[in-house]
C-alpha cells in the first residue's frame, strides 16, 4: 500500500457520516418540523390569542371568584346537556376570560364517544355572546397532531419528526466541532458562509432547549409511541383506574344508579379547595353523571407556579358534597413524566419566563428555517446550469417557499380570517380554518409559477403587509383599536398589535435581503484544446 492509499482511506469518517445524517434528517421532514415550530411558538400565548379574537369579551381586570363562576357555569350545564355522563369546565385565570367546558353527549351511537364544547362568560355563566372561533388553540393543536387526519395518524407524524429532529440535534454536535467558536462569528454577505453561520449561531443559542423541548414532546405522548410496557405492566381494571388517577384528574365514570340527584353546592367544593391550593389555585372543575346519585365531582389545581403537570385534585361525592380522596401525590416514574410534560408546555411560567419560552422557540424555527434554505444555497452553486435545476431540487426549493415564507402568509390570513368573515357564518370556526390551508396552498400554487427568488420576495412583502395591517384591520372592525387600548390598559390588544409591526418589519428586511442577495457561480473552466495541450507539454 503506498503513502497515498494510507493517508486517503476508503472509509468516510465519523464527522463526515454524521454530517449525511444531520443534512437528510433535516431535510426529508424539515417542512413537517417548521411548520410544527412556529405553530409551538405562538401556542405559549395561545390563551392570550384566544382572547384577541375574541373581541366581543371585555378585557380582563383581575381573576373572578372562581367557586362563584364554577357554580354558575354548571348550572347553565346541567340545562344545556343533561343527561351528560360527563362534562367538565376550565375556570377563568389570569390569562383567560372565558370558561371553556366540553362534554360527552348522551345517546351516542355504540362504540363512539360523542362530545361537545363552549366558552362561557364568567360574569352570567352562559355560553358567550362573541363570534365562532377556535382563538389560539388551533396551532396549539395544528403543532403536534395538525388538521384534517385522524388525530392518531397525526401525532404519529408529529412523533416521527420529534425523532428526526432529536437525530439532528445530536447528528449536527458531532458534525461542526467548532459550532461553539462559530457562535460568535458571521460574516454577512458570505452566501452559503452566511447561512451556516446562522444555521450555527441559532443552533448554539438554544441548544439545551431545542434538545429539551423535543425530547419532552415525545414523552408527552410516550404511551402512543411505545405501548408495550404499560400494556404488559397494566391488565387489571385496578391497574388501569390507577395509571388513570395518576396521570390524569379526569375521573372515569362509574355506571349511574339511575336515580336522580341533584349536584350538591359546586361552589363549596370549589371554596374547600381554595382553602388547600389559594384563591386563585383551582383550574378545572369536572363532574361525572350529573343528576344522578352516582355522581363524582373532581377539582383539580392549575398549572400556575407547578414545575409539573402530575395531577393534583379533590373528589367529591356529587349528590352531598363529602370529601371522598385527596389525590396530590404520584409515583416516581409519573412525576417525572409530569415535570417533562410541564417542561414541554410551559404553563408553570410567568410572563418573562414565557417571554424566553417564545424566543428561544422562535430561534429553534429560525434554525430549521435556515437549514432548509442552506440545503439549496449549498447545493445550486454545484448545479451544472443553476437556471435549469434537477427536478429534486426544484422541489425541495418550492416547498421550501410555502413552507416558510408561505406559512407565515396563512397564520396571517387566519387572523385576517377572523375579522372578516360574516358572525353568522354557519360553522365559522372551521371556516377561518379552512381559509388557513387555502391560503397555503395558493402560497405554494405561487412558488411553483414564479421563480424562485421573485416567489421568495414576493411572498415575504405580502406576509410583512398583511401583519403590518392586521393592527388597522382591528380598529375598523372591532372598538378596541390601538389607541383605546393604550387608555384603557388593555395589554392583550397592545400586546398584539406592537407584535405584528415587530413581525412585518422582520418580514419586511428578510424581503430586502432576499432582493439584493446575488447567488455566487463557480467559474466556467474553458476546456484546453489538444494542440495547446501538446505545445505546454513540449515547452516544458
Known amino acids: 500500500m503506498t503513502t497515498d492509499q494510507q493517508a486517503r482511506p476508503d472509509g468516510r469518517g465519523l464527522r463526515q457520516s454524521m454530517s449525511d445524517l444531520h443534512t437528510w434528517v433535516g431535510l426529508l421532514l424539515g417542512w413537517v418540523l417548521y411548520a410544527m415550530f412556529l405553530t409551538g411558538t405562538v401556542s405559549y400565548f395561545k390563551d392570550e390569542l384566544s382572547q384577541w379574537m375574541r373581541p366581543e369579551l371585555p378585557a380582563q381586570s383581575g381573576v373572578p371568584d372562581q367557586a362563584q363562576v364554577a357554580q354558575r357555569v354548571a348550572d347553565e350545564l346541567v340545562a344545556l346537556v343533561p343527561g351528560s355522563p360527563q362534562w367538565s369546565l376550565r375556570l377563568p385565570d389570569a390569562r383567560n376570560n372565558s370558561v371553556y367546558a366540553f362534554w360527552r353527549t348522551a345517546g351516542a351511537a355504540p362504540g363512539r364517544r360523542g362530545f361537545g364544547e363552549g366558552n362561557f362568560d364568567p360574569a352570567t355563566g352562559q355560553t358567550v355572546s362573541s363570534r365562532a372561533t377556535l382563538g389560539g388553540d388551533f396551532f396549539y393543536r395544528f403543532h403536534f397532531q395538525f388538521h384534517y387526519m385522524p388525530v392518531v395518524w397525526g401525532r404519529w407524524l408529529a412523533g416521527i419528526a420529534a425523532m428526526f429532529m432529536l437525530v439532528a440535534i445530536v447528528s449536527g454536535v458531532i458534525t461542526h466541532k467548532k459550532i461553539f467558536v462559530d457562535f460568535f462569528t458571521f460574516r454577512w454577505g458570505k452566501g452559503q458562509r452566511s447561512w451556516l453561520d446562522a444555521h450555527n449561531a441559532l443552533s448554539v443559542f438554544g441548544l439545551p432547549f431545542h434538545a429539551m423541548i423535543t425530547y419532552t414532546g415525545l414523552v408527552t405522548l410516550m404511551a402512543l409511541y411505545m405501548p408495550w410496557g404499560q400494556q404488559a405492566g397494566i391488565k387489571t381494571a385496578a391497574e388501569r383506574q390507577q395509571l388513570n388517577a395518576e396521570l390524569s384528574a379526569f375521573i372515569q365514570p362509574g355506571k349511574p344508579s339511575g336515580e336522580a340527584a341533584p349536584l350538591a353546592s359546586i361552589e363549596g367544593m370549589v371554596r374547600h379547595a381554595q382553602e388547600r391550593w389559594g384563591r386563585d389555585g383551582v383550574g378545572r372543575v369536572t363532574a361525572t353523571h350529573p343528576g344522578d346519585a352516582a355522581s363524582r365531582v373532581a377539582v383539580a389545581r392549575g398549572d400556575g407556579g407547578r414545575v409539573s403537570m402530575s395531577p393534583q385534585y379533590l373528589e367529591f361525592e356529587g349528590t352531598t358534597g363529602k370529601l371522598l380522596a385527596v389525590h396530590e401525590g404520584v409515583g416516581p416514574a409519573a412525576e417525572t413524566r409530569g415535570v417533562l410534560y410541564a417542561l414541554h408546555l410551559g404553563r408553570f411560567s410567568d410572563s418573562v419566563t414565557r417571554w424566553l419560552y417564545f424566543l428561544v422557540s422562535l430561534a429553534g424555527t429560525a434554525m430549521v428555517g435556515t437549514g432548509l434554505v442552506m440545503w439549496t444555497v449549498k447545493r445550486r452553486q454545484k448545479l451544472p446550469d443553476p437556471a435549469r435545476p434537477h427536478v429534486g431540487f426544484h422541489i425541495v426549493e418550492r416547498l421550501n417557499i410555502a413552507s416558510i415564507a408561505g406559512l407565515s402568509v396563512a397564520m396571517a390570513a387566519f387572523l385576517w380570517a377572523n375579522r372578516l368573515l360574516p358572525e353568522t357564518l354557519a360553522d365559522r370556526a372551521n371556516w377561518e380554518i379552512h381559509g388557513f390551508f387555502i391560503v397555503w396552498a395558493l402560497t405554494l400554487l405561487h412558488g411553483v409559477l414564479r421563480p424562485a427568488k421573485k416567489a421568495w420576495v414576493e411572498q415575504l412583502w405580502l406576509a410583512a403587509a398583511l401583519l403590518a395591517l392586521l393592527p388597522v384591520l382591528n380598529a375598523a372592525t372591532t372598538h378596541r383599536p390601538f389607541w383605546r387600548s393604550l387608555t384603557e390598559g388593555d395589554w392583550v390588544f397592545i400586546g398584539m398589535d406592537l407584535m405584528c409591526?415587530?413581525?412585518?418589519?422582520?418580514?419586511?428586511?428578510?424581503?430586502?435581503?432576499?432582493?439584493?442577495?446575488?447567488?455566487?457561480?463557480?467559474?466556467?473552466?474553458?476546456?484546453?484544446?489538444?494542440?495547446?495541450?501538446?505545445?505546454?507539454?513540449r515547452e516544458g
Open 501 to 537: 409591526w415587530a413581525l412585518a418589519a422582520l418580514h419586511a428586511v428578510l424581503a430586502v435581503r432576499t432582493l439584493r442577495h446575488q447567488p455566487k457561480t463557480r467559474p466556467v473552466r474553458k476546456p484546453v484544446n489538444e494542440s495547446a495541450s501538446g505545445a505546454i507539454l
